[in-house]
Each structure stands twice: as structure tokens, then as C-alpha cells.
């Protein structure tokens, strides 16, 4: 992947323009094969993940990268692995990582994303099965656990912009300030779920 260039990509939109010629309209005349494929559910969330670059100027450098964990990058096995590998390619590339993870474990990742992406043990507490962990890149790579769980208060973390240095993300008052901007038949919805 190339990260001086990472934004979220989550798909193509037609171009409204007159068809070339001898181009056919795929709404109009879908083409004529055996078989015709389209994502699965779970593909589809996962390329609509969340990932935000944090670049410095004026080189524009990407110095950090927040993660915002989908249900499909936890669809399986491979999923998890794909999202395992991206994510140490970023860090290897010396890029400070931030992850927020608020979907349960599954059998692909019983004890979190961080016991997959760190080599010492880790076990999430039994009563909070849900991660939030900030990643300092350096000589000696440093993480930054906040084990949580449905219902309580996410806390603010931090994300370096310098092995020295961080900023606070204020997950909690981002995630209600979105809230409050959803309009209400919608909330209505999320909260029978």
C-alpha cells in the first residue's frame, strides 16, 4: 500500500458523462457472462474502514494513523490477518498507530487486536473484552492499553506525532458529538439493535 497517499478509498462513483462510442450503459444492458460476483457483506465493511492519516508539514510525511476496527475486518480469519499485516507494515514503516477497536472478540481474535500484534502474552480483563491501544513507534516500540467495554465511557487516547510527543483524541466526545448530529429516526434504530 502506499501510505504517503492513504485516505479512505471506500469506492468508485459512476461518472455522469455521455457514453463513448460503442460503450454500453452496464444499467441498461448488464453484459452477458456465466457468473457475476459481488462482495460479501463482511467485504463490504471492510473496505469501508476507517483510516485517518495524520501528515506533517510541509513534507507531508504520514506520521500517524488512527484505525477504526470494522465488523468486517473481523469477519474470519483472513480478515484478521489482512488487517494484522496492514497494520504492522505501518508500523515497520516507523508510522505511529492508533486502533480502536469497540466489537467483540471473536474466535480470530480472542484476546483483542493487541495480543495479534504484540509478541509478549496479553489477556483483555474478563470484564472489559474491547481495546483501545495507541501504538509509539521507536527504537523500543511502546503500547498504550485501554481495555473497555459496552456501555462505559471511551476514554480519551493518545496518538503520537513524535516518539517525544502526543496529542489526546477525545473518542468519547467525538462519538457524541456524531451522535447528537444523527438524526432521530436513525438513532431510534441503532438503539433496538
Known amino acids: ?31 452477458q457472462v456465466s457468473l457475476r460476483c459481488m462482495p460479501s457483506e463482511a467485504n463490504v465493511y471492510r473496505e469501508k474502514r476507517r483510516t485517518i492519516a495524520i501528515r506533517q508539514e510541509p513534507s507531508s510525511r504520514i506520521v500517524a494513523m488512527i484505525e477504526i476496527i470494522s465488523p468486517g475486518n473481523k469477519d ?10 496492514k497494520s504492522l507494515e505501518v508500523m515497520n514503516a516507523g508510522i505511529h498507530l492508533l486502533i480502536v477497536d469497540i466489537f467483540p472478540t ?22 472489559r473484552r474491547l481495546t483501545l491501544v495507541s501504538y509509539r513507534i521507536d527504537r523500543m516500540n511502546e503500547a498504550f492499553i485501554e481495555p473497555t467495554d459496552v456501555g462505559q465511557r471511551m476514554a480519551d487516547m493518545p496518538i503520537f506525532l513524535d516518539p517525544a510527543w502526543y496529542v489526546n483524541v477525545p473518542l468519547a466526545s467525538t462519538y457524541e458529538s456524531a451522535w447528537r448530529g444523527l438524526p432521530k429516526p436513525f438513532q431510534h434504530v441503532l438503539e433496538e439493535v
Open 106 to 127: 471473536s474466535p480470530s481474535n480472542p484476546e483483542g487486536i493487541h495480543a495479534l500484534l504484540w509478541d509478549d502474552p496479553f489477556c483483555l480483563p474478563s470484564d
Open 1 to 31: 500500500m502506499d501510505y504517503a497517499n492513504a485516505g479512505d478509498v471506500s469506492g468508485t462513483e459512476a461518472i455522469e458523462s455521455p457514453l463513448p462510442q460503442g460503450a454500453i450503459g452496464l444499467a441498461d444492458i448488464p453484459p
Open 76 to 85: 474470519g480469519s483472513k480478515a484478521m490477518i489482512e488487517f494484522v499485516s
